[in-house]
């Protein structure tokens, strides 16, 4: 089996199986055969093909693995993903510029950021882009990091030697 969405999709179902009562376990049987068409293998004998047709979303999938390269994200998806991450970024910074201080003085550092943000985001959108997956990877690393220190470390009952 060299899928591996199937592979686990089967051991999931196969987990089920073996928990459920009986009359579901029928149900989850069929669902299991019935789930994806199978290559025959040297311990599976070969079963006659299946007489109804394909569903819609397996045709979908079959045409879409047969024209994309394996590995490769479509162009279309790649464009829709750069367009609505370029969208968020100018709409991120937008809400920020308006929720900005009105009154800061010339050399408050939360008005340079947003001002320094705002002139990105007029002069090179991409380049705002980018800059903006950096700052969240790092503000997540932080996050992170913080939360791991924040725990305190689980102390392990001393062992009582017997006199």
Same mark, same amino acid.
């Given at each position: 089996?060299?899928?591996?969405? #199937?592979?686990?999709?089967?051991?999931?179902?196969?987990?089920?199986l073996?928990?459920?009562?009986?009359?579901? #376990?029928?149900?989850?049987?069929?669902?299991?055969?019935?789930?994806?068409?199978?290559?025959?293998t040297?311990t #599976?004998?070969?079963?006659? +093909?299946r $007489?109804?047709?394909?569903?819609?979303?397996?045709?979908l999938n079959?045409?879409?693995?047969?024209?994309a390269?394996?590995g490769?994200? &479509?162009?279309? +998806?790649?464009?829709?993903?750069? $367009?609505?991450?370029?969208?968020?970024?100018?709409?991120?910074? $937008?809400?920020?510029?308006? #929720?900005?201080?009105?009154?800061?003085?010339?050399?408050?550092?939360?008005?340079?950021v947003?001002?320094t943000?705002?002139?990105?985001?007029?002069?090179?959108?991409?380049?705002?882009?980018?800059? &903006?997956?950096?700052?969240? $990877?790092? &503000?997540?690393?932080?996050?992170?990091?913080?939360?791991?220190?924040? %725990?305190?470390?689980?102390? %392990?009952? %001393?062992?009582?030697? %017997?006199?």
């Amino acid at each position: 089996m060299s899928d591996p969405v #199937q592979a686990h999709f089967e051991a999931a179902l196969t987990r089920r199986l073996q928990a459920a009562p009986e009359a579901v #376990q029928r149900v989850l049987q069929a669902r299991l055969q019935s789930a994806w068409p199978r290559q025959p293998t040297q311990t #599976q004998p070969s079963r006659p +093909a299946r $007489t109804q047709a394909p569903s819609p979303l397996a045709q979908l999938n079959r045409e879409i693995a047969a024209t994309a390269p394996p590995g490769r994200e &479509l162009r279309s +998806a790649q464009n829709f993903r750069d $367009t609505w991450s370029r969208i968020c970024a100018e709409d991120e910074v $937008t809400q920020a510029v308006e #929720q900005g201080p009105e009154n800061a003085g010339p050399l408050n550092s939360h008005r340079l950021v947003l001002r320094t943000l705002a002139l990105m985001r007029d002069l090179s959108p991409d380049y705002l882009r980018r800059f &903006l997956s950096h700052a969240d $990877t790092l &503000l997540w690393l932080e996050q992170a990091q913080s939360q791991t220190r924040a %725990k305190p470390p689980v102390a %392990k009952p %001393k062992a009582r030697t %017997k006199k």
